[in-house]
């Protein structure tokens, strides 16, 4: 009688073993990738507990832990408050015209720039374009200011060619315009970089192939150039509207005053102001929280989205 030969069981091994294999053959990535993974885990993780005061009556002599328990006594003040629905329209507005105007700008700088073959006209053009990005946001404002005051650089221009001058950073209805145009002067160049990239990564040999086959520039672009940076454009879109909410309040507590608030406030800037100005700790801390649960369910929305339309997603 033979006996039948015995197959050797695959063991599949330990959680421990697997961790300490990965880490030899990684661990000069996982050594640099330490402080990046510290920083979160102090600055962002750790303070996460601090969203409680949201819920509480919160006394910096009691602490956060001996402070009342009010439930959702500040969510409820909020939304019944005459702020609520200027603070969150703005931010949308704000941030959906930055959408709208601002994300395609990076985009058709990149696509020009690729267009240009004379290199050191072409490094001049990147230079000058990154530069706004490298000053400090109270410089920017500062210029903004000159610029946009009533004696200011855009005001001789105007009033050179007959125009009235204006006060911009007084009208309300001029504030989105000053400052989404501005922001688009100022990350044009930087946002342009990862697209340049995009594009450099592109097989040469296609554009070879089409020409050949008669392709103009136009459907180059449209068939190589374009679906060669589809998926970029889509993951950094994804990026942008999860931060729709999340607008900061650096630049528009330096160029927004009273007079501006019905089209300049925001839900960063109240935070700010009822927060750290008039020390309203909870509420502040209530009305950041909802904000960052929008912005969650927005990346969400949007990530479920692209992957079901065209199977490009950040997770």
Not at 249 to 274: F, G, H, M
Request: glycine share 8%; net charge positive.
């Amino acid at each position: 009688m033979t006996t039948q030969p015995q197959h050797a069981v695959y063991k599949k091994p330990g959680l421990l073993k697997t961790i300490i294999k990965d880490y030899k053959k990684n661990k000069w990535l996982i050594l640099m990738a330490l402080p990046v993974v510290a920083w979160y885990i102090l600055f962002h993780y750790v303070p996460m507990y601090g969203v409680i005061i949201g819920f509480k009556q919160f006394s910096p002599v009691k602490g956060i832990w001996g402070s009342p328990w009010v439930g959702l006594q500040h969510f409820h003040d909020f939304f019944n408050s005459i702020s609520a629905w200027r603070v969150i329209r703005n931010t949308l507005l704000i941030n959906f015209y930055q959408l709208i105007f601002g994300f395609p700008a990076p985009i058709i700088l990149a696509l020009l720039l690729n267009e240009i073959k004379n290199k050191a006209f072409k490094k001049t053009i990147q230079t000058v374009t990154y530069l706004p990005h490298f000053v400090s946001t109270v410089v920017i404002c500062g210029m903004i200011i000159d610029f946009f005051a009533k004696s200011g650089l855009i005001n001789d221009i105007i009033a050179f060619f007959g125009g009235s001058r204006t006060m911009f950073l007084v009208e309300s209805g001029w504030f989105r315009t000053i400052y989404v145009g501005t922001g688009i002067w100022q990350g044009i160049g930087w946002g342009s970089i990862i697209y340049l990239a995009a594009l450099t990564a592109i097989d040469t040999e296609l554009y070879e192939a089409v020409t050949i086959d008669g392709a103009g520039r136009w459907k180059q672009f449209v068939h190589i150039t374009l679906p060669g940076i589809a998926p970029t454009i889509v993951i950094l879109l994804i990026m942008n509207i999860g931060r729709m909410m999340s607008e900061g309040y650096e630049k528009i507590i330096l160029l927004y005053n009273p007079s501006t608030y019905e089209t300049a406030d925001i839900i960063s800037s109240y935070v700010y102001r009822r927060g750290l100005v008039e020390a309203n700790y909870s509420f502040s801390a209530a009305v950041g929280l909802f904000n960052s649960i929008v912005n969650l369910i927005l990346i969400v929305t949007a990530n479920y989205t692209s992957r079901k339309v065209n199977e490009t997603s950040l997770w």
